[in-house]
Every structure is written in structure tokens, then in C-alpha cells.
């Protein structure tokens, strides 16, 4: 059974326990992550270089509406898919970094979101509940001179159950989101798909990460990701899944902190494995 | 006769690799940094000469600093006009 099977026939919910759903969705080189509450609601962060890459997806999962969408920052492999899901769906909020980009795709999305009356979200210090879910933004560094150091983080709470999304923040401004307060965390997405210049050691000491999340592109002319920054990661996770490799990634959060990564294997069959609670690490 | 040019974005840096992507659409263009004749930056918007074959000649690029200026400006601008939509505060969704 495919993902995208399971997904229709609904077999993904078989715990009776309410779940955080995050889906990584494999959009090649780039990101694209659906957060979906317990109740129902939803988030979409980034939508990776094209519409058509997440379009389907978020058709066959039955997303009609769309309660936030975040662009954590304006580079194509994060915003090239947006103005389509802007232009199709429903959207019920909106929020970005707050720094403009020049590029022709960067402005029509903005045309898109002045012209649809979307009530705008900045990124500043603030907790958006999303449902039962709550997502503390991380403002972008405000000395940030490129997108990358720009991005908007989030961290995602249910009960215990903690994620950390960083955009393609990197190091001064993983630096920055270290000054603001960054909890340890059962999940966290590899900033800049694995880069080295998104990671440190004391990142990766203070997250404490148990699963880390590579959204990376198979093949990509930049190197992702970075085999050093790999063994950074595997210091404290006790798993790294690949978007390259593992296609979607499912990760069910629960209140209690304990959480599950579903993928599946070449021949469709969920791979599903069980990360219990435990005491802060 | 008026040469023929394409205007090019610097989407952004990738170590040292440029991704740009024209004004009139089509895939992001993905080159090393060394193929134009300044640093690259990223959201430098360029001029770029073509060849009888519209082949884009990088190595004559030219960054258009007032058209630059104008999209930031104009992005700055729209920016602020959202701002007023914010609800401010913490949001329930």
C-alpha cells in the first residue's frame, strides 16, 4: 500500500490517541511540511519550487483549506509552489519573514496575497494556536543579510511532543534563535537540507534531537547534505530520515512526547517505527 | 542593431553556485558563481545579453542596480501595507 493509498483508505490514524500529523513532503530539492492538528486544522510551511510538486499530494490527503501557510523565506525552493496553492485553496492566514526578494515569482506571490485580503501574520515573537497545537514563531535575525538567515523557525508543541522547523536558517542565525530560548526537541528538520553552514555542535546540543528530518533533493548540484553535518546530527539522533531516500515522512506526535516516523519502502509498504516517551534528555 | 537581453534574479547563493531565474519564467538557471563577471548577490537583478541562439552570454551580465532598487522598495512597500492586516498578539486559528 502506498502512502497515498493508506492516506484514502485512512489506515494512518491507528492509534486512538490524539496526534500531531507533520507530513514531509518529498518535493525534491526543497522543503514543503504539512503540520496537521488533532482537530483538524492545518498549516502548510513552504511549498518547495513548483505547485504541481505539492498540489496532488495535498489533493489526495483531502486539503481544501488551508489555516496558515508560512513562507519562512523567499527563496524559489520554498516559495516556487505557493502562489498556486495561494490561487487554488482557501487560505485563512499568511505569513512570511517580511524581506523582500526580486524575483518575479517572490512578487506575484505577493500580489496574490495583497489581492486575496488574507489576513497577514507577521513573523514576529508571538504563538500561533493552531487548534490544539501551538507554533512559537521565531522571529527572523534581524541583521540578516541574505534569505537564508532570514527564516522564520517554528517550534511545534502538542502536550510534550516538540519540533523545531528552521527554514534555511543558518549558523548566525541559529545563533540568534539560541539567544531567544530553543527547547529540546523530539523532532527536528536539518536547516539549509542538510547543509553544513545550518548546523553546529552546540545546535545540536541544545535541540537534542531524536529524529532529525533531511527534506533534500536526490542528486542536487549543491552537495546536500553535507556528510559532516550528517555526523553532527547523529551525535544525539538516534535516526535521520531523507526525503531523497525515504520519499514522504510521516511523523505522529503525541501529548505524552511519544511520537512515530512512518515511510515506505519502494514496494509501498508502511515502514513504521515507535519512539516512546522519555524523560528530558 | 539593438542587441536581444534577458533579465535574470539571483535567486540565491549555494556555496559556489548561482541560482537564477528569468523575469520571462522557465527553470531556474543553476551556474557557478565564477561564470559572471562580479560577485554575485543574491536578488541582484541582471541584464544578460543573448546570443543568435538566445543562449544567455554570463560573462557580459550586467547588474541593474536601479531596477533592483525599485523591486525592493516596491516589496518594502507592499510589506507595510500587510502589516496593517495583522491581527497582532498571539493568534488562534
Known amino acids: 500500500m502506498t502512502f497515498w493509498a493508506a492516506l ?42 513548483a505547485t504541481w510538486r505539492v498540489r496532488e499530494k495535498l489533493q489526495v490527503m483531502g486539503v481544501d483549506t488551508l489555516d496558515l501557510v508560512v513562507a519562512t523565506h523567499a527563496d524559489m525552493d520554498h516559495i516556487g509552489g505557493l502562489d498556486g496553492i495561494l490561487y487554488e485553496l482557501p487560505i485563512r492566514s499568511y505569513m512570511d519573514n517580511g524581506v523582500p526578494h526580486t524575483t518575479r515569482e517572490y512578487r506575484e506571490l505577493m500580489d496574490l496575497v495583497e489581492w486575496s485580503g488574507v489576513p497577514y501574520v507577521a513573523a514576529t515573537a508571538r504563538t500561533i494556536t493552531l487548534g490544539d497545537v501551538s507554533l512559537r514563531v521565531l522571529p527572523p535575525w534581524p541583521e540578516a543579510r541574505d534569505q537564508n538567515n532570514a527564516s522564520v523557525g517554528l517550534v511545534v508543541e502538542f502536550g510534550a511532543f516538540r519540533m523545531l522547523l528552521t527554514g534555511d536558517a543558518e549558523r548566525e542565525e541559529l545563533r540568534y534563535f539560541l539567544s531567544l530560548g530553543v527547547p529540546t526537541v523530539a523532532v527536528l528538520k536539518a536547516g539549509h537540507h542538510g547543509a553544513l553552514n545550518a548546523v553546529t555542535p552546540g545546535w545540536v546540543q541544545a535541540t537534542k534531537p531524536r529524529v532529525v528530518v533531511v527534506s533534500v533533493g536526490a542528486g542536487n548540484a549543491y552537495g546536500h547534505p553535507d556528510p559532516m553535518a550528517l555526523r553532527y546530527y547523529a551525535r544525539y539522533a538516534d535516526a535521520i530520515y531523507r526525503t531523497d531516500r525515504d520519499g514522504e515522512i510521516l511523523i505522529t506526535g503525541r501529548q505524552d512526547g511519544s511520537f512515530e516516523v512512518t515511510t515506505w519502502d519502494e514496494a509501498g509498504k508502511p515502514l513504521t517505527r515507535t519512539f516512546p516517551a522519555v524523560e528530558a534528555r | 542593431m539593438t542587441e536581444t537581453r534577458r533579465w535574470y534574479v539571483v535567486d540565491r547563493i549555494e556555496g559556489d553556485r548561482a541560482v537564477l531565474v528569468a523575469d520571462d ?13 562580479f560577485q554575485a548577490r543574491e536578488a541582484m537583478v541582471l541584464a544578460v545579453p543573448l546570443d543568435g541562439n538566445g543562449r544567455p552570454q554570463w560573462a557580459r551580465a550586467e547588474r541593474d542596480e536601479g531596477e533592483e532598487r525599485r523591486r525592493l522598495n516596491e516589496g518594502k512597500a507592499r510589506l507595510e501595507r500587510l502589516k496593517r492586516r495583522d491581527p497582532g498578539g498571539d493568534v488562534s486559528l
Open chain 1, 8 to 49: 484514502l483508505l485512512g489506515t494512518l490514524t491507528a492509534a486512538d490517541t490524539p496526534a500531531v500529523a507533520i507530513t514531509f513532503l518529498d518535493v525534491g530539492q526543497g522543503d514543503a511540511t504539512l503540520i496537521e492538528s488533532p482537530d483538524g486544522k492545518r498549516a502548510l510551511v513552504d511549498a518547495g519550487r
Open chain 2, 25 to 37: 519564467g522557465g527553470e531556474p538557471v543553476d551556474l557557478p558563481v565564477a561564470s559572471l563577471p
